[in-house]
């Protein structure tokens, strides 16, 4: 029972510090788009991301073991996020205000509970529409306590919701995914990623946005 109570504080805990981080990334984004190109910056962020990532795996922090596993389903996570997603919120917060992108970023939760209600049919409790929605809620009212202000841009608002469908999208195909592991997920989509990341940093240096 004790251990049990340990694992929930602990994960609780975990959620907590990355909502947090999550939440930080968005003002992170809006000030470094203001300086360096979208692409630039999405490049960096997967080859830093790897090479923390790749460390743990030779420090033997995680484990990764991806011998006889078909892989194709990890490409089709990997196409939704980080790839498809992050391109659509970084464009997104770089073309809206913070207070407009954390009104549509904030719309996750609820798209991931719709396309897990939709596509796996899986009926979401009580508990999780009332966690979803007092979240929701609690980022509207936050967000025009302090004053809602609007960029009126329209390419930033498909962008933003590109991002939202893609990761509703990445969560189903990661509850799909049930062959691998947290990290053998993570390790991979940041590998398929890093290329692509490469490839757009190249580009980007000669055709900035």
């Given at each position: 029972?004790?251990?049990?109570?340990?694992?929930?504080?602990?994960?609780?805990?975990?959620?907590?510090?990355?909502?947090?981080?999550?939440?930080?990334?968005?003002?992170?984004?809006?000030?470094?788009?203001?300086?360096?190109?979208v692409l630039a910056l999405l490049g960096w962020r997967f080859l830093i991301?790897?090479?923390?990532?790749?460390?743990?795996?030779?420090?033997?922090?995680?484990?990764?073991?991806?011998?006889?596993?078909?892989?194709?389903?990890?490409?089709?996570?990997?196409?939704?996020?980080?790839l498809t997603y992050f391109i659509g919120e970084a464009i997104g917060i770089?073309?809206?205000?913070?207070?407009?992108?954390?009104?549509?970023?904030?719309?996750?939760?609820?798209?991931?509970?719709?396309?897990?209600?939709?596509?796996?049919?899986?009926?979401?409790?009580?508990?999780?529409?009332?966690?979803?929605?007092?979240?929701?809620?609690?980022?509207?009212?936050?967000?025009?306590?302090?004053?809602?202000?609007?960029?009126?841009s329209a390419v930033g608002y498909v962008f933003l919701s590109i991002a939202?469908?893609?990761?509703?999208?990445?969560?189903?195909?990661?509850?799909?995914?049930?062959?691998?592991?947290?990290?053998?997920?993570?390790?991979?989509?940041?590998?398929?990623?890093?290329?692509?990341?490469?490839?757009?940093?190249?580009?980007?240096?000669?055709?900035?946005?």
């Amino acid at each position: 029972m004790i251990s049990k109570q340990n694992d929930l504080f602990i994960g609780c805990m975990c959620a907590f510090l990355c909502e947090a981080l999550f939440g930080l990334s968005y003002i992170f984004t809006k000030q470094a788009t203001a300086g360096a190109s979208v692409l630039a910056l999405l490049g960096w962020r997967f080859l830093i991301a790897m090479l923390c990532m790749h460390i743990c795996v030779v420090f033997h922090i995680v484990s990764i073991d991806l011998k006889k596993k078909n892989i194709k389903p990890l490409l089709i996570i990997a196409f939704f996020s980080p790839l498809t997603y992050f391109i659509g919120e970084a464009i997104g917060i770089s073309k809206t205000t913070a207070s407009e992108s954390g009104v549509f970023l904030a719309c996750i939760p609820i798209s991931a509970l719709l396309a897990s209600t939709f596509i796996l049919h899986k009926k979401p409790t009580a508990r999780q529409i009332t966690g979803i929605l007092t979240t929701f809620l609690g980022i509207l009212v936050t967000v025009f306590a302090v004053g809602m202000s609007t960029s009126l841009s329209a390419v930033g608002y498909v962008f933003l919701s590109i991002a939202v469908t893609s990761y509703a999208f990445y969560s189903i195909f990661v509850e799909r995914a049930s062959a691998f592991t947290g990290a053998e997920i993570t390790y991979v989509m940041l590998i398929l990623n890093l290329s692509k990341g490469a490839a757009k940093n190249t580009n980007s240096e000669r055709y900035p946005l």
